[in-house]
């Protein structure tokens, strides 16, 4: 690649199952200039990385039309439409409304031909002994009350009426059945469509020829049979699964159509002085939005003026309203509840929380999880398989059959090819991966991708940073404590001075705490990780931090008032120690029952701070932490360290801090939880996997608990998708027939078959449940 790797997401249809994802895939992959091509059957969406240097979206649009499948390329419009990711999750969700009820009309239509078709059939079932064991079931149960007129009708046109309205469903019903199969045939691969194509024409020139030449069969002994009612409840049964997949489907994204939903069409903006309605792609940072109660935010935005609460919970899982003043950060999406608010328009379009949410939603959904390598090698080979699996059936029962039966033959090959169900394989791990990571979303914790999602259910160990994780972090100076013969007005001027390059919580408490302070400018500064602020200050360095940060500087401490259990802050100027501030945080009011609730899931929490041994100590007694598994006075480098050890110990660790300090340990743990911040910024942390949207720190159990949820829902589909393909093939085979003299009918499979992959999505929609 010579270019800039971009990224787009394409829509795709006509996907029905695993084998047509693959398809996809490898007709993107296939082209110049293409990074790579992941493909979401659930979602019905490409997302390709590619050079465009070496090919184009018309290119890959052609390529996909040429493999089978339907591309509609995003309007020319839509690049500049800062909305334009969330407006094709809601045009994608209208148009799987819109198949879902073509397809339903069409499957009632099919289900009517085929009581029709079984009705008309009673006759020719009088004359002879049909193969298929359900219809010779239900010739002796429904014939003593079948009108006498409908037993005297001639077989032969019953026979050519039969096949006129076989071959009208076919055409009309379910036409993409044989078009798909066509289409993989063209391109030397298999799909379910497949083994359901195959079947069908097979059963259909069967019976055609039964219809057209029956003395060619009478010639050689064989009955005339016609499969013509099998036929349309194979087509029926596939229709009937196919809108029960649809709308399971369509619920398994109910977490990425929440979102697209929470986007308001327009805002109210204040322009030389006046109120005007505008669109939302109209707004730009800095006007002022003017919001009334009961409105939905717009856009992300700063309280100007009012004071009202704000339903955040759609966005963060947080169940209490929040509090909103002047300074107040927005999230677009939310509700105002109570009072009038004016804001200033700060992040739009793209970088809005949002758009944030509901792209990195969508990635993570689409996102593959190691479990489901497994299936995409089984579902690569498994309609060869069946295929071959049908051929050898036939012959075997032509061959060594005691009646060599052709018609019996025939029907369980049928039966052995429209059973088989690669579907429910290929969706048994997306469909649950797609609704754990969307309940997770909508309980406040956002997951990047399936495989930390695997990870996570595997963890037995979680460290913890202390500030801003464990408290609230929101620290303030409680003492301030000066060396003898200096000026308190200068040295917190000049302590917050230094405090302004830094983004910690402490700093933000030496901040307010000088406030009206004047500021001193200073030279050279640089910030040191986990250890403080070193500058220039009157040709004298200056530096504020942690004991360490002193100590490797060659300065000594002093002793500035009463050691305690606060968190303590050094400032020095040339090699003296000028003044110490003492700050104290207030634990997280989730924290002790966080604790508590991993212990409950037998995971054994850590406490990793850079702070002293004093305050660590008594931080974590409060929250229920024993010393054993409290470590302190650790720069990021050694968290990074404890994190390693932990690991060579044998446990698998997740890592929960704010991002930011904690980036190498949140990089080394098996799962990075970040915390995130004011109204959920730093949403793309790349360190961390998992991010949490919410301040409840319950959220971290509950995350652990969903992951270990969504992966035995995986297991139990792929369990079931295994099971029930191990089961019904042999059974449609007829391994059960010498000694209980049982076979399946053709109509029976089908009905399995479009069960099986519906069964798989709704034992995942249980997850949609997750408390």
Same mark, same amino acid.
């Given at each position: 690649?010579?270019?800039?790797?971009?990224?787009?997401?394409?829509?795709?249809?006509?996907?029905?199952?695993?084998?047509?994802?693959?398809?996809?895939? $490898?007709?993107?992959?296939?082209?110049?200039?293409?990074?790579?091509?992941?493909?979401?059957?659930?979602?019905?969406?490409?997302?390709?990385?590619?050079?465009?240097?070496? @090919? @184009?979206?018309?290119?890959?649009?052609?390529?996909?039309?040429?493999?089978?499948?339907?591309?509609?390329?995003?309007?020319?419009?839509?690049?500049?439409?800062?909305?334009?990711?969330?407006?094709?999750?809601?045009?994608?969700?209208?148009?799987?409304?819109?198949?879902?009820?073509?397809?339903? /009309?069409?499957?009632?239509?099919?289900?009517?031909?085929?009581?029709?078709?079984?009705?008309?059939?009673?006759?020719l079932m009088m004359a002879s002994d049909t193969a298929d064991p359900l219809l010779n079931w239900m010739n002796r149960l429904l014939m003593p009350v079948m009108p006498a007129v409908l037993m005297q009708l001639p077989?032969?046109?019953?026979?050519?009426?039969?096949?006129?309205?076989?071959?009208?469903?076919? /055409?009309?019903?379910?036409?993409?059945?044989?078009?798909?199969?066509?289409?993989?045939?063209?391109?030397?691969?298999?799909?379910?469509?497949?083994?359901?194509?195959?079947?069908?024409?097979?059963?259909?020139?069967?019976?055609?020829?039964?219809?057209?030449?029956?003395?060619?069969?009478?010639?050689?002994?064989? &009955?005339?049979?016609?499969?013509?009612?099998?036929?349309?409840?194979?087509?029926?049964?596939?229709?009937?699964?196919?809108?029960?997949?649809?709308?399971?489907?369509?619920?398994?994204?109910?977490?990425?159509?929440?979102?697209?939903?929470?986007?308001?069409?327009?805002?109210?903006?204040?322009?030389?002085?006046?109120?005007?309605?505008?669109?939302?792609?109209?707004?730009?940072?800095?006007?002022?939005?003017?919001?009334?109660?009961?409105? #939905?935010?717009?856009?992300?935005?700063?309280?100007?003026?009012?004071?009202?609460?704000?339903?955040?919970?759609?966005?963060?899982?947080?169940?209490?309203?929040?509090?909103?003043?002047?300074?107040?950060?927005?999230? =677009?999406?939310?509700?105002?509840?109570?009072?009038?608010?004016?804001?200033?328009?700060?992040?739009?379009?793209?970088?809005?929380?949002?758009?944030?949410?509901?792209?990195?939603?969508?990635?993570?959904?689409?996102?593959?999880?190691?479990?489901?390598?497994?299936?995409?090698?089984?579902?690569?080979? *498994?309609? %060869?398989?069946?295929?071959?699996?049908?051929?050898?059936?036939?012959?075997?029962?032509?061959?060594?059959?005691?009646?060599?039966?052709?018609?019996?033959?025939?029907?369980?090959?049928?039966?052995?090819?429209?059973?088989?169900?690669?579907?429910?394989?290929?969706?048994?791990?997306?469909?649950?991966?797609?609704?754990?990571?969307?309940?997770?979303?909508?309980?406040?914790?956002?997951?990047?991708?399936?495989?930390?999602?695997? $990870?996570?259910?595997?963890?037995?160990?979680?460290?913890?940073?202390?500030?801003?994780?464990?408290?609230?972090?929101?620290?303030?100076?409680?003492?301030?404590?000066?060396?003898?013969?200096?000026?308190?007005?200068?040295?917190?001027?000049?302590?917050?001075?230094?405090?302004?390059?830094?983004?910690?919580?402490?700093?933000?408490?030496?901040?307010?705490?000088?406030?009206?302070?004047?500021?001193?400018?200073?030279?050279?500064?640089?910030?040191? %990780?986990?250890?403080?602020?070193?500058?220039? *200050?009157?040709?004298? %360095?200056?530096?504020?931090?942690?004991?360490?940060?002193?100590?490797?500087?060659?300065?000594?401490?002093?002793?500035?008032?009463?050691?305690?259990?606060?968190?303590a802050l050094y400032l020095a100027i040339g090699d003296r120690h000028v003044l110490t501030l003492r700050a104290e945080d207030t634990l997280r009011p989730t924290a002790a029952s966080a604790i508590a609730q991993l212990?409950?899931?037998?995971?054994?929490?850590?406490?990793?701070?850079?702070?002293?041994?004093?305050?660590?100590?008594?931080?974590?007694?409060?929250?229920?932490?024993?010393?054993?598994?409290?470590?302190?006075?650790?720069?990021?480098?050694?968290?990074?360290?404890?994190?390693?050890?932990?690991?060579?110990?044998? $446990?698998?660790?997740?890592?929960?801090?704010?991002?930011?300090?904690?980036?190498?340990?949140?990089?080394?743990?098996?799962?990075?939880?970040?915390?995130?911040?004011?109204?959920? @910024?730093? /949403?793309?942390?790349?360190?961390?996997?998992?991010?949490?949207?919410?301040?409840?720190?319950?959220?971290? !159990?509950?995350?652990? #608990?969903?992951? $270990?949820?969504?992966?035995?829902?995986?297991?139990?589909? /792929? =369990?079931? &998708?295994?099971?029930?393909?191990?089961?019904?093939?042999?059974?449609?085979? =007829?391994?059960?027939? !010498?000694?209980?003299?049982?076979?399946?009918? !053709?109509?029976?499979?089908?009905?399995?078959?479009?069960?099986?992959?519906?069964?798989?999505?709704?034992?995942?929609?249980?997850?949609?449940? *997750?408390?």
């Open positions: 690649m010579s270019g800039a790797v971009e990224t787009v997401t394409l829509p795709i249809g006509g996907m029905t199952c695993a084998s047509c994802q693959g398809h996809v895939e $490898r007709a993107l992959r296939e082209l110049p200039g293409v990074a790579s091509a992941e493909v979401s059957l659930l979602a019905n969406r490409a997302t390709v990385r590619y050079d465009p240097a070496g @090919t @184009t979206m018309q290119a890959m649009q052609q390529a996909v039309e040429e493999a089978g499948y339907e591309c509609p390329l995003p309007g020319a419009s839509d690049g500049a439409n800062p909305h334009s990711h969330m407006d094709m999750d809601h045009m994608n969700m209208m148009a799987m409304d819109m198949a879902e009820t073509h397809t339903g /009309l069409r499957a009632v239509l099919a289900l009517i031909a085929a009581a029709v078709a079984m009705a008309l059939s009673m006759p077989a032969a046109p019953i026979r050519w009426l039969l096949l006129a309205m076989t071959v009208a469903v076919m /055409l009309f019903c379910s036409p993409e059945t044989y078009l798909r199969a066509w289409q993989a045939a063209r391109h030397r691969s298999t799909n379910m469509n497949t083994l359901v194509a195959i079947g069908t024409l097979a059963a259909l020139g069967y019976s055609a020829t039964a219809t057209i030449a029956p003395s060619l069969f009478l010639r050689h002994g064989l &009955a005339p049979d016609v499969y013509y009612e099998a036929v349309l409840f194979i087509l029926a049964f596939l229709l009937v699964g196919s809108v029960l997949d649809a709308r399971a489907r369509t619920r398994t994204q109910d977490a990425l159509t929440g979102f697209a939903q929470l986007q308001s069409s327009s805002a109210r903006v204040l322009r030389n002085g006046v109120e005007t309605e505008v669109q939302i792609a109209e707004v730009r940072p800095g006007d002022t939005v003017q919001l009334r109660p009961g409105e #939905r935010v717009p856009v992300d935005g700063v309280v100007l003026t009012g004071s009202s609460t704000v339903d955040e919970s759609l966005l963060t899982g947080e169940s209490h309203p929040v509090l909103k003043e002047p300074g107040g950060k927005l999230i =677009g999406g939310s509700i105002n509840l109570d009072g009038p608010l004016t804001l200033t328009a700060t992040t739009l379009g793209a970088a809005s929380v949002l758009s944030q949410l509901s792209r990195l939603l969508a990635d993570a959904q689409a996102s593959r999880a190691p479990m489901q390598k497994l299936a995409d090698r089984a579902s690569a080979i *498994f309609v %060869p398989a069946v295929l071959g699996l049908a051929a050898l059936t036939f012959a075997a029962w032509l061959v060594f059959a005691p009646d060599h039966s052709l018609p019996r033959a025939f029907g369980i090959a049928i039966a052995v090819l429209v059973i088989a169900c690669p579907c429910a394989m290929g969706l048994a791990v997306p469909a649950a991966l797609t609704v754990g990571i969307g309940r997770a979303a909508q309980l406040g914790f956002l997951v990047k991708n399936g495989e930390a999602l695997e $990870r996570l259910a595997k963890t037995d160990t979680v460290a913890l940073d202390k500030t801003g994780t464990l408290t609230l972090g929101q620290p303030r100076i409680v003492s301030a404590d000066l060396a003898a013969g200096v000026d308190e007005d200068a040295l917190l001027g000049l302590a917050a001075a230094l405090e302004k390059h830094s983004e910690h919580p402490l700093a933000r408490a030496v901040i307010a705490y000088a406030a009206d302070r004047p500021l001193p400018a200073l030279s050279a500064v640089k910030t040191i %990780p986990g250890q403080g602020i070193t500058a220039s *200050f009157e040709n004298q %360095p200056v530096a504020i931090g942690n004991a360490a940060l002193l100590t490797g500087l060659g300065v000594p401490l002093a002793t500035l008032g009463q050691d305690g259990n606060a968190t212990r409950a899931l037998h995971i054994t929490p850590q406490m990793l701070t850079g702070d002293n041994p004093a305050t660590a100590a008594a931080i974590a007694a409060e929250a229920g932490l024993t010393p054993q598994e409290t470590a302190a006075g650790l720069l990021p480098a050694g968290k990074l360290e404890r994190i390693k050890q932990l690991q060579q110990a044998g $446990r698998v660790v997740a890592m929960a801090g704010d991002g930011l300090n904690d980036a190498a340990a949140l990089a080394q743990a098996d799962t990075g939880l970040a915390m995130g911040g004011d109204a959920g @910024t730093d /949403l793309t942390r790349g360190a961390a996997d998992l991010v949490l949207l919410t301040p409840d720190l319950t959220a971290i !159990p509950a995350s652990i #608990r969903l992951a $270990r949820r969504t992966v035995k829902t995986m297991r139990q589909n /792929l =369990g079931w &998708a295994v099971g029930y393909n191990a089961l019904g093939l042999p059974i449609a085979a =007829g391994v059960l027939y !010498p000694h209980f003299h049982i076979l399946l009918s !053709p109509i029976l499979a089908s009905a399995a078959m479009a069960l099986s992959s519906t069964s798989v999505l709704l034992n995942s929609l249980r997850l949609r449940r *997750f408390r």
